[in-house]
């Protein structure tokens, strides 16, 4: 994903791509903000143009091997953590197990919601969470060497919807992760993180995208 095809959000989009350029990346994000604002799909464009080869001025190339992995959402040291739910096939699902479902609404639109991403996964009554022995998932990727790009990236959406117990077995990897990992934390409500992860991360507030650019998009 291009940051072009980021609706709006041109500042945040400005301070991003300057934090690669002087080599001044946090190893810990939070971007907080309202549904609708985009945050997912910055996210994965800002992952791309720090694993970018080729960067341009303002954006990534899109043509190197690392940006056609990312546009395909297959890149080895791209990663994500989402709200799952139990099955009688996982009965203790991670987020991997429902990749396809995740890269499937990511390319259709990045700028679903929780609600949307629930029913593709066939949630009903069941509350869709991030599981507490999710973050031992998280801690094995990222102890691995990176794959192909300098940076290992993981996208965690809707940190607000992780067991307590998975969010205190991350507080040290969020902390003192490996070199060359990055962390970024999507969130809708940024109160319902615990304390003690949001102290860890550096937040990035995401406004609702302005009426100009929403116009221009539609």
Avoid at 25 to 35: D, K, N, T
Avoid at 110 to 135: C, K, M, R, T
Avoid at 155 to 167: G, N, R, S, T
Avoid at 187 to 211: A, H, K, W
């Amino acid at each position: 994903m291009f940051f072009k095809d980021v609706i709006g959000q041109d500042s945040t989009k400005q301070r991003l791509i300057q934090s690669v350029k002087e080599e001044r990346v946090s190893h810990a994000q939070l971007f907080a903000g309202p549904e609708g604002s985009g945050k997912l799909a910055l996210a994965i464009a800002y992952a791309q143009f720090v694993a970018c080869t080729n960067r341009q001025e303002n954006d990534s190339c899109g043509e190197c091997p690392s940006c056609k992995k990312y546009r395909k959402l297959i890149h080895p040291d791209l990663h994500f953590v989402f709200p799952v739910i139990k099955t009688p096939k996982f009965k203790e699902p991670v987020s991997d197990n429902f990749l396809e479902d995740w890269r499937m609404m990511i390319g259709k639109n990045p700028y679903f919601n929780a609600d949307q991403w629930f029913e593709q996964i066939g949630v009903e009554n069941a509350q869709g969470l991030i599981y507490a022995h999710q973050s031992e998932e998280i801690i094995r990727k990222l102890n691995l060497k990176s794959y192909e790009s300098e940076y290992k990236v993981m996208i965690i959406w809707l940190p607000e919807k992780m067991h307590v117990a998975c969010a205190n077995k991350l507080l040290k990897m969020i902390e003192e992760p490996p070199v060359k990992t990055l962390f970024v934390l999507i969130t809708e409500d940024e109160e319902e993180i615990i304390s003690t992860i949001r102290s860890r991360c550096q937040i990035i507030i995401i406004p609702p995208i302005d009426s100009a650019s929403l116009e221009k998009a539609i």
